[in-house]
């Protein structure tokens, strides 16, 4: 895992930022190729840590445990492939159930379960999306407010964190989910790596520093 390559200093305030490994037969995955060129960075006094999460129910989850434990992180943004989107896609809402179009890299394909049994229905970003969302264009990255992550491993990791991050142990940490777009060689829409990786630097800057969200229009009509 990239995390072991990169010393951070002891007590530096870490952001830990994830990707997954290529899922669906596809031999990249832009989230993971687009981390691990933030890893190392300094925002603001943090450092960040970047880390591959498998493309696997239940597992996914444990290395997330795993990895919050070890860098008790003061801010978490996963990141995952989302193939047919054109732009980076800040997720709002994660939803308590696991439904499961394609089969994940071990195989399982999990229909109208619970991400946690007994869990709430949903949980919202504890990310500041819409200053996020700002943040990006004025950088000249496309960007856009999602309102649902699916029902794949991304909202399985988000629900996962966002249930993780609710206890109040973890009061000091923000976090959320981030889709991003397909790299050029894997069809189309896409967006470049540099804009990926730009576009996240920008939002990951953004959320450090805004703790009150704005409030700007970035919803859908359907
Ligand atoms: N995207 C998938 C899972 C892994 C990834 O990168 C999703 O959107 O659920």
């Given at each position: 895992?990239?995390?072991?390559?990169?010393?951070?200093?002891?007590?530096?305030?870490?952001?830990?930022?994830?990707?997954?490994?290529?899922?669906?037969?596809?031999?990249?995955?832009?989230?993971?190729?687009?981390?691990?060129?933030?890893?190392?960075?300094?925002?603001?006094?943090?450092?960040?840590?970047?880390?591959?999460?498998?493309?696997?129910?239940?597992?996914?989850?444990?290395?997330?445990?795993?990895?919050?434990?070890?860098?008790?992180?003061?801010?978490?943004?996963?990141?995952?492939?989302a193939?047919?989107?054109?732009?980076?896609?800040?997720?709002?809402?994660?939803?308590?159930?696991?439904?499961?179009?394609?089969?994940?890299?071990?195989?399982?394909?999990?229909?109208?379960?619970?991400?946690?049994?007994?869990?709430?229905?949903?949980?919202?970003?504890?990310?500041?999306?819409?200053?996020?969302?700002?943040?990006?264009?004025?950088?000249?990255?496309?960007?856009?407010?999602s309102?649902?992550?699916?029902?794949?491993?991304?909202?399985?990791?988000?629900?996962?964190?966002?249930?993780?991050?609710?206890?109040?142990?973890?009061?000091?940490t923000?976090g959320?989910?981030?889709?991003?777009?397909?790299l050029?060689?894997?069809?189309?829409?896409?967006?470049?790596?540099?804009?990926?990786?730009?576009?996240?630097?920008?939002?990951?800057?953004?959320?450090?520093?805004?703790?009150?969200?704005?409030?700007?229009?970035?919803?859908?009509?359907?």
């Amino acid at each position: 895992m990239l995390s072991d390559r990169t010393a951070v200093p002891v007590g530096q305030p870490r952001i830990l930022v994830t990707g997954f490994d290529p899922f669906g037969g596809q031999p990249i995955n832009p989230s993971w190729v687009a981390v691990q060129a933030l890893h190392g960075r300094e925002l603001d006094g943090h450092r960040i840590v970047s880390a591959q999460l498998p493309t696997a129910f239940g597992r996914s989850l444990h290395v997330l445990q795993e990895l919050l434990g070890q860098h008790r992180p003061a801010l978490v943004v996963c990141t995952g492939q989302a193939g047919g989107r054109a732009a980076i896609s800040l997720e709002r809402v994660a939803i308590n159930v696991n439904d499961a179009r394609i089969p994940d890299n071990t195989g399982a394909q999990p229909i109208d379960t619970p991400v946690m049994p007994g869990g709430p229905a949903a949980y919202f970003t504890g990310l500041p999306i819409k200053a996020m969302l700002a943040a990006m264009l004025a950088a000249g990255i496309r960007a856009e407010v999602s309102q649902t992550a699916g029902t794949f491993v991304c909202n399985h990791v988000f629900y996962g964190l966002m249930h993780t991050l609710a206890d109040p142990r973890w009061a000091g940490t923000r976090g959320g989910l981030v889709h991003v777009p397909w790299l050029p060689q894997q069809g189309a829409p896409s967006m470049t790596l540099e804009q990926l990786v730009q576009g996240l630097e920008v939002g990951i800057a953004c959320a450090l520093r805004t703790h009150a969200d704005l409030r700007l229009q970035a919803g859908a009509l359907n």
